[in-house]
């Protein structure tokens, strides 16, 4: 049986405990609505920019820009957004054991898979793993702008110019509520009208061509780079929306887990305090009753 000691010190360290899961919890729910801000705001843009993407793959000259080409698909990448901190539930193994799922399957079809990762969990838990990566960025979602969605469509989209890959597909967490995400696995290269737009919208687009001023593949250059930075940034929104409501619901929870460890000790401790006072009263009894 513990010792009234050793029951005080379990009762501090599970309060002590449910102090730090109720302040972080507090914290990730004052980021939550900043990110939650972040992304509903970026959303409307971005999914404009694809249906005008859209609409204008299906007018354009395919092999006019090399973002638009499709290629056998022999190579393929994959770029996993994972958080730089854990505390937050199953957010990063939910990503992991998707990612292993994809990537088993691409080679199961015999298709060579490489990896880039942004945050640190990820990266931690692949590189244990046999599979390459390319490339990983960390400790952005502490202050996330747009340059860090440029720097990462930039390096993308370069090495899909040059050959390094056929296809990019990116596994993240997309934002519900504040209790719920969606692993998601989303194709970015080559775009794929009938795939990424629906099928309705693309046999429901009507035709005829535009005038492009200053020429069609002037603005293609713009657009498409433009368009591909807009859709990793919402994505990066997405998961940081994401995280710190998956962080939010697994501090709650661990709030109140401790509080159950504390009444279920303490309960415990009085019981055992109780017996330890009755014993001792009644060997004071039994002395009081040998001395007569």
Same mark, same amino acid.
């Given at each position: 049986?513990?010792? $009234?000691?050793?029951?005080?010190?379990?009762?501090?360290?599970?309060?002590?405990?449910?102090?730090?899961?109720?302040?972080?919890?507090?914290?990730?729910?004052?980021?939550?609505?900043?990110?939650?801000?972040?992304?509903?705001?970026?959303?409307?843009?971005?999914?404009?920019?694809?249906?005008? $993407?859209?609409?204008?793959?299906?007018?354009?000259?395919?092999?006019?820009?090399?973002?638009?080409?499709?290629?056998?698909?022999?190579?393929?990448?994959?770029?996993?957004?994972?958080?730089?901190?854990? $505390?937050?539930?199953?957010?990063?193994?939910?990503?992991?054991?998707?990612?292993?799922?994809?990537?088993?399957?691409?080679?199961?079809?015999?298709?060579?898979?490489?990896?880039?990762?942004?945050?640190?969990?990820?990266?931690?838990?692949?590189?244990?793993?046999?599979?390459?990566?390319?490339?990983?960025?960390?400790?952005?979602?502490?202050?996330?702008t747009f340059e860090h969605a440029i720097d990462i469509g930039g390096d993308?989209?370069?090495?899909?110019?040059?050959?390094?890959?056929?296809?990019?597909?990116?596994?993240?967490?997309?934002?519900?509520?504040?209790?719920?995400?969606?692993?998601i696995v989303e194709k970015l290269f080559p775009v794929d009208t009938a795939?990424?737009?629906?099928?309705?919208?693309?046999?429901?687009?009507?035709?005829?061509?535009?005038?492009?001023?200053?020429?069609?593949?002037?603005?293609?250059?713009?657009?498409?780079?433009?368009?591909?930075?807009?859709?990793?940034?919402?994505?990066?929104?997405?998961?940081?929306?994401?995280?710190?409501?998956?962080?939010?619901?697994?501090?709650?929870?661990?709030?109140?887990n401790a509080g159950q460890l504390i009444k279920k000790v303490t309960l415990?401790?009085?019981?055992?305090?109780?017996?330890?006072?009755?014993?001792?009263?009644?060997?004071?009894?039994?002395?009081?009753?040998? $001395?007569?």
């Amino acid at each position: 049986m513990p010792s $009234l000691q050793s029951l005080r010190r379990k009762i501090a360290a599970f309060k002590n405990t449910q102090k730090i899961t109720k302040a972080r919890k507090m914290v990730a729910a004052a980021k939550l609505k900043r990110s939650q801000d972040r992304i509903l705001a970026a959303r409307p843009y971005a999914l404009k920019m694809r249906g005008v $993407l859209s609409n204008l793959s299906q007018r354009v000259n395919r092999a006019s820009h090399p973002l638009l080409q499709k290629r056998e698909g022999k190579k393929v990448e994959v770029l996993v957004i994972t958080s730089d901190r854990g $505390l937050c539930g199953g957010f990063n193994g939910n990503i992991a054991r998707k990612t292993t799922e994809f990537v088993r399957e691409c080679e199961g079809r015999g298709v060579q898979v490489n990896l880039s990762i942004v945050g640190r969990k990820g990266r931690d838990y692949f590189r244990r793993r046999t599979w390459p990566i390319r490339q990983e960025w960390t400790g952005i979602f502490d202050k996330l702008t747009f340059e860090h969605a440029i720097d990462i469509g930039g390096d993308l989209t370069d090495h899909f110019v040059k050959g390094t890959f056929d296809e990019l597909y990116i596994v993240y967490n997309e934002f519900k509520s504040a209790i719920q995400q969606r692993v998601i696995v989303e194709k970015l290269f080559p775009v794929d009208t009938a795939a990424e737009f629906g099928t309705a919208q693309a046999e429901g687009t009507t035709g005829g061509s535009y005038f492009y001023e200053p020429d069609e593949a002037d603005l293609l250059n713009v657009f498409i780079p433009k368009h591909f930075q807009t859709q990793t940034f919402r994505i990066l929104l997405e998961s940081a929306a994401a995280e710190h409501g998956a962080r939010m619901a697994a501090m709650d929870g661990a709030t109140r887990n401790a509080g159950q460890l504390i009444k279920k000790v303490t309960l415990h401790y009085n019981k055992t305090r109780q017996t330890a006072i009755t014993k001792e009263l009644m060997d004071i009894v039994g002395g009081a009753e040998a $001395l007569k």
